[in-house]
């Protein structure tokens, strides 16, 4: 066995660390002083308070899931969306690396006192626009200084169906409330905290085809969730959201309810040309032998059915399916 591996004993364990204490023995000997090292207070930040982010990620998840359908009716499809782990950073850090020129939405959460961020890059925001008003999912990578008219109203539409989405996704770990509070568009000026100050950013990519992937991100200050520290660090296993629904459960409750016409025919007669144009107020058209009633949905035969009543009302009663 090499000495590098070896175990210290006691004696040379008490021996190393009187040499430390003593000054005999440099600390940094041994080390490659050709790396940058910063240096390091243990306790100096707080991130522990928050644990692994356990809860936080569950709810990134479930928000994930629920979001689907605020981007569905304007681009048209399901897109995939997925969660990134959260992670921390001063906002200063955060900040340097997005363009002069993005969309940001602050909004309070009232019950934990605090403000939250929703960054949307402008492209995303014009692929969005194109979609919703009948246009090819395409990428748009012209730069421009500000949003149109109709921009801002797909902002308005998004940053409210996020809100409603993350209020639901919170909802099993506990009730929040979002209300929009404004709109920036260059990051100098969204005063969400202090440059210095931490916050976790939730990052969230959705996959679209044939174009690059999409991201937006949800920004808390570490202040707002300091409070329910011991909240994001249960092992939340139980999921109460009502609307959390697959798509297929939603494309099924929306065919369901799609209305369909409903017709039936109980004769069909033939009658010349020149006795229908003699007919008078009060003539009878006698009809022949009826079998049964043609039960028509959206103009097509689907049932053979038999006159009746119900309830003082006339009805028809279904008999055979017509294949």
């Known amino acids: 066995m090499s000495n590098t591996s070896r175990k210290l004993s006691s004696e040379e364990v008490s021996a190393l660390m009187d040499g430390l204490k003593s000054g005999e023995i440099n600390s940094g000997d041994g080390l490659n002083n050709d790396l940058d090292v910063t240096s390091f207070t243990f306790g100096s930040d707080n991130l522990e308070l928050m644990g692994d982010y356990y809860a936080l990620r569950l709810i990134n998840e479930r928000f994930a899931r629920i979001v689907r359908s605020i981007f569905l009716p304007m681009l048209r499809l399901q897109p995939k969306i997925n969660p990134f782990p959260p992670e921390v950073k001063t906002y200063d850090e955060y900040s340097a690396g997005l363009e002069s020129f993005m969309s940001l939405s602050t909004s309070r959460i009232e019950e934990l006192k605090g403000s939250m961020l929703l960054v949307m890059d402008p492209s995303f925001i014009s692929i969005l626009t194109n979609c919703y008003y009948g246009g090819k999912l395409a990428s748009f990578p012209t730069k421009k200084a500000e949003f149109t008219a109709t921009e801002e109203r797909?902002?308005?539409?998004?940053?409210?169906?996020?809100?409603?989405?993350?209020?639901?996704?919170?909802?099993?770990?506990?009730?929040?409330?979002?209300?929009?509070?404004?709109?920036?568009?260059?990051?100098?000026?969204?005063?969400?905290?202090?440059?210095?100050?931490?916050?976790?950013?939730?990052?969230?990519?959705?996959?679209?085809?044939?174009?690059?992937?999409?991201?937006?991100?949800?920004?808390?200050?570490?202040?707002?969730l300091k409070p329910i520290a011991s909240l994001l660090r249960s092992r939340v296993q139980s999921d109460v959201v009502e609307d959390d629904k697959t798509w297929r459960e939603r494309l099924q409750n929306s065919v369901l309810n799609i209305p369909l016409p409903v017709s039936a025919i109980l004769s069909e007669p033939k009658v010349k040309v020149s006795r229908m144009v003699n007919f008078k107020k009060g003539d009878l058209l006698q009809l022949g032998p009826v079998d049964g009633v043609d039960f028509l949905v959206d103009k097509k035969l689907l049932f053979k059915a038999e006159i009746g009543e119900s309830n003082g009302q006339a009805a028809i009663s279904l008999k055979n399916r017509i294949s």
Request: include cysteine; hydrophobic fraction near 45%.
């Open 154 to 224: 797909i902002i308005e539409i998004v940053s409210d169906g996020i809100g409603r989405s993350l209020e639901n996704a919170w909802k099993d770990l506990m009730p929040i409330s979002i209300k929009n509070v404004g709109r920036e568009i260059n990051p100098q000026f969204a005063t969400l905290v202090e440059a210095t100050d931490s916050v976790i950013i939730c990052s969230f990519v959705i996959q679209l085809p044939n174009v690059d992937s999409a991201s937006f991100d949800i920004i808390y200050p570490l202040q707002t």
